[in-house]
Nanobody, 125 residues
Framework: EVQLVESGGGLVQPGGSLRLSCAAS????????MSWVRQAPGKGLEWVSG????????SYAAAVKGRFTISRDNAKNTLTLQMNSLKPEDTAVYYC??????????????????WGQGTQVTVSS
């Protein structure tokens, strides 16, 4: 029943911008913290950013701090990641996630976690 659907990925030149969106359904979106995680080619999952349930607290990985902005609209059940000053090393499949911890990106044994299908972001000239 829980559904997370990412969109907005694509090919962009270094220094460019993209805005990713995540449409959530099947649960009370406003009750849950949400995160963005990514997976670069040949690498494991990397936590990117997190936001608490009401949007009042935001966290970022050091690699994206100052360039990315996470936000949410609880009335529309959507999560957003504004990505500016993109670098080739940002190339990855980006997923929105429910339940993972900030910074580590891990899923605690006491919690059920969910991920979307992902959207591809490619930063290349």
């Amino acid at each position: 029943e829980v559904q997370l659907v990412e969109s907005g990925g694509g090919l962009v030149q270094p220094g460019g911008s993209l805005r990713l969106s995540c449409a959530a359904s099947g649960f009370t979106f406003s009750s849950y913290a949400m995160s963005w995680v990514r997976q670069a080619p040949g690498k494991g999952l990397e936590w990117v950013s997190g936001i608490n349930s009401n949007g009042g607290s935001r966290s970022y990985a050091a690699a994206v701090k100052g360039r990315f902005t996470i936000s949410r609209d609880n009335a529309k059940n959507t999560l957003t990641l504004q990505m500016n000053s993109l670098k080739p090393e940002d190339t990855a499949v980006y997923y929105c996630a429910r339940g993972v911890d900030n910074y580590s990106g891990s899923c605690p044994p006491s919690r059920r976690c969910y991920w979307g299908q992902g959207t591809q972001v490619t930063v290349s000239s």
